[in-house]
């Protein structure tokens, strides 16, 4: 249903990412490291030098990495502009013999907002039929 | 807010993709001699070689992320409005809920059914209903005498509801004003 729940994490986890890189940054500038770190370049560090010394695997294996992170968005942004929050036709399970039954959802939502109505004593429903997971 | 996320979820796939994209177009390139192909990196590469942890742009940027990674966290960890209130329900397959609209109107009908109650606004919120109704006779004494007929009325009528958490009922009954 348009990955809500997906979207919440990813972008929770985006913004926690986000916030750490620049509490890093802010305490490696302020001297938090050490006055030392503070006066270094960018990449004079041990992460940047094991980067540099095992680039030949590494960055084959950082793309492999990015075309897997890219067929991932590729399906959330389907997720996200495709899906919606109703249901499609139900198939009645049993013989398929001599044809396949099916329930169109807006029949089931009309007999079930009758039965709501009658028993509830009420004026008017919004009818709705949730995705079946 | 869930509707926000719809497209901030969107524009981060895109620009995740448009990165993933030119990252693994960037190693190609390396590999084949090529590079850069799609962005001057190499230029990217040389500012880090030679800009220090204690230059102010480093110092401005870190503040940009802390503000822009902090507001996003904030945004996404705040508790959602609660619009429906679940009811209990005997089966499991059945997701039963009355909005918090619902509610209101309901109690506010059964507040001016209470003799000598002549109007009610009510909120619901997440754990409290607050309703404020107003006695048709004027005077303090009035008022009080109404406060307990009111209170059981409106709690007898969220009991016949079911609710699974149902609310806290805070009662106000004042004089009519002139």
Redesign the interface.
Same mark, same amino acid.
């Given at each position: 249903m348009?990955?809500?729940r997906?979207?919440?994490l990813?972008?929770?986890l *985006?913004? +926690?990412? &986000?916030?750490?890189? /620049?509490?890093? /940054?802010?305490a490696?500038?302020?001297?938090v490291f050490g006055v030392a *770190? =503070?006066?270094?370049?960018? *990449?004079d560090n041990r992460a940047s030098g094991f980067i540099g010394h095992h680039g030949g695997w590494l960055?084959?294996a950082? #793309?492999g990495a990015?075309?897997l992170?890219?067929l991932a968005?590729?399906r959330? !942004?389907l997720v996200? +502009?495709a899906s919606t929050d109703r249901v499609g036709d139900i198939t009645i399970p049993g013989d398929t013999d001599q044809g396949t039954t099916t329930l169109q959802p807006a029949a089931t939502a009309a007999r079930r907002a009758a039965h709501v109505l009658e028993y509830m004593d009420a004026t008017s429903l919004r009818r709705w039929v949730?995705v079946y997971s | 807010m %869930?509707l926000a996320?719809?497209p901030?979820?969107?524009i981060? #796939? #895109?620009a995740? @993709?448009a990165?993933?994209?030119v !990252? !693994?177009a960037e190693? @190609?390139g *390396?590999?084949a001699h090529r590079s850069p192909l799609l962005v001057h990196w190499s230029t990217w590469?040389h500012w880090?070689? /030679?800009? %220090?942890?204690?230059?102010l742009v480093? %110092?401005v940027? =870190?503040? @940009?992320? @802390? &503000?822009? /990674? #902090?507001?996003?966290?904030i +945004?996404?960890?705040t508790p959602r409005r609660v619009t429906r209130l679940p009811l209990r329900s005997g089966d499991n397959a059945t997701?039963a809920a009355v909005t918090r609209r619902g509610l209101a109107g309901m109690l506010r009908a059964a507040a001016t059914g209470v003799d000598g109650i002549s109007s009610a606004t009510v909120k619901v919120r997440r754990r409290r209903a607050i309703v404020t109704a107003a006695s048709a006779a004027r005077g303090r004494p009035a008022a009080t005498a109404l406060t307990e007929p009111v209170t059981q009325t409106l709690r007898s009528q969220l009991d016949s509801l079911d609710l699974r958490h149902p609310p806290r009922l805070k009662v106000h009954v004042v004089p009519r004003g002139r």
């Open positions: 348009h990955a809500d997906t979207n919440r990813v972008l929770a *985006f913004g +926690l990412l &986000v916030l750490v890189a /620049g509490a890093g /940054g802010m490696a500038s302020t001297g *770190f =503070s006066r270094q370049t960018l *990449f960055w084959p950082v #793309a990015c075309l992170l890219a968005c590729l959330w !942004i996200l +502009l949730p | %869930r996320n719809r901030l979820a969107f981060l #796939a #895109a995740l @993709i990165a993933s994209v !990252i !693994i190693v @190609i *390396f590999a590469y880090a070689r /030679g800009t %220090r942890w204690d230059a480093v %110092r940027w =870190s503040a @940009i992320l @802390i &503000v822009v /990674g #902090a507001l996003v966290l +945004l996404e960890l997701d």
